[in-house]
């Protein structure tokens, strides 16, 4: 198939309204909640006024993307409408450009991407292929303590702990990982089964749909606006996406294990504790639909705890 410049120039203007978009709702929103008023599985509130919206490691034209947020926290109201509109109306300007000039200007497909702030937008893969896993087994009638607390304390900011207060005293070994996977199956299987109770129909599996409706529940304010949810889906579905490894439209406890475990990791090490700077961090990759370093390691966590994975062809 021959490169299309109208193609490119058409994906530049996306891009501007999708900064857009996004920019608006992360205003608003801040606006709207306070620090730590979120209680989804992204933690602390990211959606309000705690955790800034990583959209990416790429600029607009030379203009720092809204990356920065996620690197530097929230910025006021001023400056973040003022970075709004730059990122919007460069990419705007710039898909415009490339489409009046189309391959003999001088946006040189060959050279292109050596462009400064253009480099991850070529350079990087944004999204893995499923993997082969089959969907776990089912569970019935898990205790929800668990995973109602992680809500609330994902909404206060106060650490989770999903272990027994000795294990991290104990030695070294395959007895201690296999206890890891135990409780952090355990916590998987509790949260699941306390977002299905509240926003599914109890089957034990987490649909998209079923997880936009808890996520937006526990999220945003009764309030919001209709721009402000359509936003939100945006990110939602980008992270549902990640963690649903096998593209089957469901979350499992498994997956769903591999997203403790790796929230649990954020910090460099495993304490069987997600604490607010590890939700924030994870937030931070799970939401970033331009990168898969999260993809990546919720895939490592899914092989060290539940066994080896192959994508698909």
Same mark, same amino acid.
Request: net charge negative; proline share 2%; charged share 20%.
């Given at each position: 198939?021959?490169? %299309?410049?109208?193609?490119?120039?058409?994906?530049?203007?996306?891009?501007?309204?999708? $900064?857009?978009?996004?920019?608006?709702?992360?205003? !608003?929103?801040?606006?709207?909640?306070?620090? &730590?008023?979120?209680? @989804?599985?992204?933690? &602390?509130?990211?959606? +309000?006024?705690?955790?800034?919206?990583? /959209?990416?490691?790429?600029?607009?034209?030379?203009?720092? @993307? /809204?990356? &920065?947020? +996620?690197?530097?926290?929230?910025?006021?109201?001023?400056?973040?409408?003022?970075?709004?509109?730059?990122?919007?109306?460069?990419?705007?300007?710039?898909?415009?450009?490339?489409?009046?000039?189309?391959?003999?200007?001088?946006?040189?497909?060959?050279?292109?991407?050596? /462009?400064?702030?253009?480099?991850?937008?070529?350079?990087?893969?944004?999204?893995?292929?499923?993997?082969?896993?089959?969907?776990?087994?089912?569970?019935?009638?898990?205790?929800?303590?668990?995973?109602?607390?992680?809500?609330?304390?994902?909404?206060?900011?106060?650490? !989770?702990?999903?272990? /027994?207060?000795?294990? #991290?005293?104990?030695? #070294? +070994?395959?007895?201690?990982?296999?206890?890891?996977?135990? =409780?952090?199956?355990?916590?998987?299987?509790? =949260?699941?089964?306390?977002?299905?109770?509240?926003?599914?129909?109890?089957?034990?599996?987490? !649909?998209?749909?079923?997880?936009?409706?808890?996520?937006?529940?526990?999220?945003?304010?009764?309030?919001?606006? #209709?721009?402000?949810?359509?936003?939100?889906?945006?990110?939602?579905? $980008?992270?549902?996406?990640?963690?649903?490894?096998?593209?089957?439209?469901?979350?499992?406890?498994?997956?769903?294990?591999?997203?403790? %475990?790796?929230?649990?990791?954020?910090?460099?090490?495993?304490?069987?504790?997600? @604490?607010?700077?590890?939700?924030?961090?994870?937030?931070?990759?799970?939401?970033?639909?331009?990168? !898969?370093?999260?993809?990546?390691?919720?895939?490592?966590?899914?092989?060290?705890?539940? +066994?080896?994975?192959? #994508?698909?062809?």
């Amino acid at each position: 198939m021959a490169f %299309s410049f109208n193609k490119l120039g058409d994906t530049l203007l996306k891009i501007g309204t999708s $900064t857009l978009q996004t920019g608006t709702f992360y205003a !608003t929103a801040k606006a709207l909640n306070s620090n &730590c008023g979120g209680g @989804s599985i992204f933690g &602390c509130g990211g959606f +309000g006024g705690y955790v800034g919206f990583p /959209m990416g490691g790429y600029t607009m034209g030379g203009y720092p @993307s /809204m990356a &920065c947020y +996620g690197q530097f926290g929230m910025m006021d109201s001023y400056a973040s409408q003022m970075a709004i509109g730059q990122a919007y109306g460069q990419g705007y300007a710039l898909g415009e450009q490339i489409k009046a000039q189309g391959a003999g200007g001088m946006f040189n497909f060959m050279n292109f991407s050596a /462009m400064p702030g253009f480099q991850n937008i070529f350079n990087n893969q944004t999204k893995l292929n499923p993997t082969e896993n089959k969907a776990a087994e089912k569970f019935t009638n898990h205790p929800t303590e668990l995973g109602k607390q992680f809500e609330e304390h994902s909404k206060s900011g106060k650490t !989770t702990q999903f272990v /027994m207060s000795d294990w #991290e005293a104990k030695a #070294e +070994g395959k007895e201690k990982d296999a206890e890891y996977k135990e =409780y952090t199956s355990n916590f998987a299987k509790s =949260y699941i089964a306390h977002m299905d109770e509240t926003s599914g129909n109890k089957d034990n599996e987490i !649909t998209k749909d079923e997880y936009l409706k808890y996520n937006i529940s526990a999220d945003l304010p009764k309030n919001a606006t #209709e721009e402000q949810v359509a936003a939100y889906k945006q990110i939602a579905n $980008t992270s549902f996406d990640k963690i649903d490894q096998n593209g089957d439209g469901k979350i499992d406890w498994k997956e769903m294990g591999a997203l403790l %475990s790796t929230y649990d990791a954020m910090s460099g090490k495993r304490d069987g504790k997600i @604490s607010t700077e590890e939700l924030k961090t994870g937030f931070s990759g799970l939401t970033n639909a331009n990168s !898969t370093s999260m993809d990546t390691q919720l895939r490592n966590e899914y092989t060290r705890l539940y +066994g080896k994975t192959e #994508e698909k062809e």
